[in-house]
């Protein structure tokens, strides 16, 4: 894996609070990762700056909620190798309900093969999923 300065930079604004204070504090491994001249990476250290990122931005990188339109973002999540990207075998086919947040719903939406507008509001994106299963059934 390699990174470009600001790819690191990047990374490194978007590290969890607590760990970004400690690794500048103590100047740690990820401090030096993300901030030395290294730009190539082993998995292992990857996998250590990816579980440092806070949770949210964590859940863009590896695809769980939409994307974000950023070259840096894109850059670095076209980097990342498959076997790094942690699935949850149980929530992967979990049927998305009205409880379910909208980068859920689009998710299952985009696994199932159907068609959607991700300008669309929740209610919507659920009533297509909803569609689905009724056509499904009707089978």
Do not use: C, W
């Not at 990820?30 to 250590?48: A, C, I, P, V, Y």
């Not at 840096?72 to 990342?80: E, Q, R």
Request: proline letters at 2%; aromatic letters at 12%; glycine letters at 4%.
């Amino acid at each position: 894996m390699i990174l470009t300065q600001d790819e690191k930079k990047y990374l490194f604004s978007k590290l969890e609070y607590k760990k970004k204070k400690i690794s500048i504090n103590t100047e740690n491994e990820l401090f030096q990762l993300l901030n030395g001249e290294k730009t190539r990476f082993s998995d292992d250290e990857f996998k250590k700056i990816i579980s440092s990122l806070e949770f949210t931005f964590r859940k863009r990188l590896i695809g769980e909620i939409p994307d974000l339109n950023n070259d840096i973002f894109l850059s670095i999540k076209n980097k990342i190798p498959y076997d790094l990207i942690a699935v949850k075998f149980g929530n992967i086919n979990r049927k998305p309900s009205k409880t379910s947040s909208k980068g859920e719903i689009i998710s299952y939406l985009k696994r199932k093969n159907i068609d959607f507008d991700e300008k669309s509001n929740k209610t919507d994106l659920l009533g297509l999923f909803e569609n689905h299963i009724k056509r499904f059934d009707e089978f």
